[in-house]
């Protein structure tokens, strides 16, 4: 037989319950302050849900009631320089960190409300009506509320979305030298999503002082916690992580705020992450205003049980015992608090001249509709006064990869806030391919940091780290393919993070990669990136051609206060080059394409590796043309004026690129050049591209998959015969 010896995990793992010794040793101004907070969500929520019954609120109306206690007893502890975030369902997370924010000594629940609290509800209203006065101007609305100054980081409406980005505000924290934390709030659905996981595992493995708060409410919509998982605790995914973890009633508020302060020591003290699970219930429905009862999916009798068990209830009856309040102080606070929200109303809505008896929304106070574009990204202004690239011969020869590394080092020399991270970009002297050679070495693994084969997670972190301000970070995802395991944090958060949460915020970080093709790396490993961010907002794109473009395009990169997503060519990265002499602090700005060779028949735009090949191309057919390397190309980046003035030339358009039909770039550039340039184009714009297929293992397959100099050759003779010449 065998021998078995029954293994332990290390992390700890409790129950906290509260006795009646907590209640009566609680401090009186803690009780009092979570008293009122509790009694201000709550009167705020159910003025949400009266207006989304009136069809006032565009859009969902996630209500907290019934959670309260989960956010009250977690956040009325917090220091204001503390982050939080949280879910679509985070009302009461937000108003919780706010109220907290500006009531340091607390809220005396016999006092009346104050100014300050007064501003908290117009704007967090505001913002749920869609209103120009709101903390996000009206876009973020009730799933997307963020108030940096009290440290409300931003709720989201991915399930698990906001994890990655938590542990990135996490490790500016620490790496500031603060002992200030971070919680991130979700439900139980998201327990099981892989960016939580993910997060929970690199949080663990660099100690960071993060919180994974679980509120687990029971029911992801309608579909109850046993049927997700084979162990409904959702805590004990801390036993996988070597991640200590409390399980408490948070119908309780006391309970919860005494597991947090446990908690908290530890992250305080730089033990790293921990994990909350705080059992409660959601009163009404997943949106609006009937109970889950009205759907079928839950019984009136265990509705009962837990409205019962309000936490409303239970803080203000344990206050009555101690002679800390009586029951007509606790009606008085309600009726203060409700008048307060009538008068936040009040100052929104008016009657609805065409409907007796209807209220609407005050015109004056939507957004102006010129607002929508504005933030997607930033102005660029950063840029200004920095020096550009000039005509001086002096250069010296390098080749790419080694001109990657150098001006890396260089910005990292000059900017101590510059962060790299990527799977093995500390090992390997540079990496898979030598673009980090040295910095590990020089800089230390406080800042070129190895991360677990996780782009999920670290992508996700560097945004939370960009958001936070005071780190840069320079992210390599060892290939572009692998942008799609981590989607969600690329797309729906950093890129749109700018724009939804208001336009203000900069998103400073940098994402590399490096297209492949031609590699046999096959067709998981080997795309061309450019289309899919093209056509998302908020990102940047740059694609250099050479070295010399290069630093000036990562130089350029690293100043903006928008995400750029630098393109990198493996063909290029061994080629002689050159790059001018000095300190390679030049700038290449947006809008700034290079027309590298002038013609007349025809106008070549094209990026990365394939300048080279169109240059090829052109020399051996002896077509006159305007060959457009664009550097920056993404839709507020391109240089328009060059392509401009070259069609209105050449009245014909050749767009070469290297990768797969369905993804192209040059479809949605041919688009835009054709809406803009139609009246001088005298045939279609054409293209030169890859096949339909992602490239193949076999030599033979691959090489028929994409495109090089033979495939512009036939591109540039079919412009020509087109023309009848």
């Known amino acids: 037989m065998p021998k078995k010896k029954r293994l332990q995990t290390g992390a700890d793992w409790f129950e906290l319950t509260t006795t009646p010794a907590d209640w009566n040793a609680a401090d009186p101004t803690l009780l009092s302050t979570m008293l009122a907070e509790l009694h201000l969500i709550r009167s705020f929520e159910e003025t949400v849900l009266e207006l989304a019954g009136e069809g006032l609120v565009h859009g969902p109306a996630h209500s907290s009631i019934g959670q309260e206690g989960g956010a009250v007893g977690s956040i009325v502890g917090l ?86 980005m938590a542990a990135g505000n996490a490790w500016a924290q620490k790496h500031s030298g603060t002992t200030d934390l971070t919680i991130n709030y979700f439900g139980d659905g998201a327990a099981q999503i892989g960016s939580v996981l993910e997060s929970m595992n690199l949080a663990a493995a660099w100690k960071l002082p993060v919180c994974f708060f679980v509120e687990n409410n029971l029911y992801a919509v309608s579909t109850h916690a046993s049927e997700a998982t084979a162990d409904p605790r959702f805590s004990v995914r801390g036993q996988g992580f070597g991640i200590p973890s409390w399980r408490v009633d948070g119908m309780d508020p006391l309970a919860v705020y005494l597991a947090t302060r446990e908690a908290a020591e530890r992250m305080r003290a730089g033990e790293g992450p921990t994990i ?78 065409d409907t007796p008896g209807k209220r609407r929304i005050r015109p004056e106070l939507w957004p102006e509709t010129s607002f929508v574009n504005v933030g997607v990204r930033g102005d660029a202004s950063e840029l200004d006064g920095l020096p550009g690239l000039d005509d001086d011969p002096a250069r010296r020869a390098v080749k790419l990869v080694d001109a990657v590394s150098q001006v890396m080092d260089r910005r ?51 945004g939370g780290l960009a958001l936070d301000g005071r780190f840069r970070p320079v992210v390599e995802f060892m290939y572009p393919d692998f942008m799609w395991v981590a989607a969600d944090q690329v797309f729906n958060q950093i890129g749109k993070a700018r724009h939804m949460f208001g336009g203000d915020n900069p998103v400073p970080l940098v994402l590399r990669t490096k297209v492949a093709m031609g590699s046999g790396y096959g067709s998981q490993h080997l795309m061309d990136p450019a289309g ?166 076999s030599r033979v397959l691959e090489r028929a998959a994409i495109a090089r100099t033979e495939e512009v050759v036939a591109g540039l003779e079919a412009v020509r015969a087109g023309f009848g010449r």
């Open 79 to 164: 220091r204001s320089t503390d982050g939080v975030n949280g879910s679509h369902r985070g009302h009461h997370q937000f108003l919780a960190k706010a109220l907290t924010h500006v009531s340091p000594d607390g809220i005396d629940p016999a006092q009346p409300i104050t100014p300050a609290i007064q501003t908290i509800f117009d704007r967090t209203l505001s913002e749920i009506l869609g209103l120009a006065s709101g903390y996000c101007r009206g876009r973020g609305g009730s799933m997307h509320l963020q108030w940096f100054e009290a440290g409300a980081l931003g709720t989201n409406a991915i399930v698990g979305g906001g994890a990655p």
């Open 532 to 697: 899919i961010f093209a056509t998302s907002p908020g990102w940047r794109i740059v694609a250099p051609s050479n070295a010399a473009d290069y630093v000036g395009l990562m130089n350029a990169a690293l100043a903006l206060q928008d995400p750029v997503l630098v393109i990198e060519h493996v063909d290029l990265y061994g080629t002689a080059d050159e790059v001018p002499t000095g300190d390679l602090d030049y700038v290449i700005p947006p809008g700034t394409a290079a027309l590298l060779r002038e013609g007349t028949e025809v106008t070549v735009i094209s990026y990365l590796s394939m300048v080279a090949h169109a240059k090829q191309a052109i020399e051996q057919t002896g077509v006159d043309a305007d060959l457009i390397d664009l550097r920056w190309l993404d839709r507020a980046s391109i240089d328009w004026t060059t392509i401009g003035e070259s069609i209105k030339k050449t009245n014909a358009v050749l767009i070469v690129e290297q990768g797969s039909q369905g993804t192209s770039y040059g479809a949605w550039l041919s688009d835009e050049i054709q809406r803009r340039y139609f009246d001088w184009l005298d045939q279609p714009v054409a293209r030169v591209t890859g096949e339909e297929a992602s490239p193949s293992i």
């Open 412 to 462: 990292m020399e000059v900017d101590p806030r510059i962060v790299i991270m990527g799977e093995d970009v500390h090992r390997l002297n540079g990496g898979t391919n030598g673009a980090t050679k040295g910095l590990a070495k020089k800089y230390g693994d406080e800042r070129v940091l190895g991360t677990p084969i996780s782009e999920n997670a670290f992508i996700g972190l560097a």
């Open 276 to 353: 909350i699970e705080a059992e409660v219930y959601r009163f009404f429905h997943q949106n609006g205003p009937y109970p889950g009862s009205a759907f079928g999916y839950r019984t009136k009798e265990e509705e009962a049980v837990w409205r019962a068990r309000d936490p409303l209830d239970l803080v203000a009856s344990k206050m009555i015992e101690r002679d800390l309040i009586d029951a007509e102080g606790v009606a008085a606070l309600r009726a203060r608090v409700q008048q307060a929200m009538t008068e936040s109303v009040d100052r929104l809505l008016e009657s609805d001249p």
